[in-house]
């Protein structure tokens, strides 16, 4: 077998670094998923204010059935698009965890801005409540996946 010569040793190792780059570059959520879920709890917020607690229940738990259909295939990282599906060891454990316990806070963050602003004599406060919740989706739920692609590339996976 012929020996590589250090030029390129390091050649191939620059190309593989590369490849690595470009599979981490895949770790995320689909954009439409926080999209979707912002649209969808400004939806149960204005629900809620029409206040017709049946209908809120059976919405809620509908939401909630749809999401836990897809959450668990988009929310771990590794299907940001169709292309490619990011090996589990490389998108690493976390993210879905990071992702499910955020959404957990941000329902006690709108529970709360909802009783504060009906405290304060809003006039649909579960919608104001819910707006507040869904811009913190749309801008800060893709910092998450960002979180576990700059710990890929510093630790070799995103763990």
């Given at each position: ?7 390129q040793?390091?050649?191939?190792l620059?190309?593989v670094?590369?490849?690595r ?38 919405v ?37 965890a ?56 510093r630790?070799g996976?995103?763990?």
């Open positions: 077998m012929d020996e590589l010569t250090p030029e040793a390091r050649a191939a620059d190309t670094e590369r490849s780059r470009k599979v981490i570059d895949e770790i995320d959520a689909p954009r439409w998923y926080w999209t979707g879920l912002a649209t969808g709890w400004i939806m149960l917020g204005v629900i809620a204010d029409l206040r017709h607690p049946l209908v809120t229940t059976v809620t738990l509908a939401f909630g059935a749809a999401h836990s259909s897809i959450a668990p295939r988009v929310v771990n990282g590794r299907h940001r698009t169709g292309r490619m599906s990011v090996r589990a060891d490389i998108a690493g454990p976390r993210l879905a990071w992702v499910l316990g955020s959404l957990v806070a941000l329902v006690a963050v709108t529970i709360a801005a909802a009783l504060i602003l009906n405290a304060d004599g809003a006039r649909h406060p579960v919608t104001g409540a819910a707006v507040l919740a869904a811009v913190v989706l749309v801008l800060g739920g893709p910092l998450l996946p960002a979180a576990a692609r700059r710990r890929a590339v630790t996976a995103a763990s």
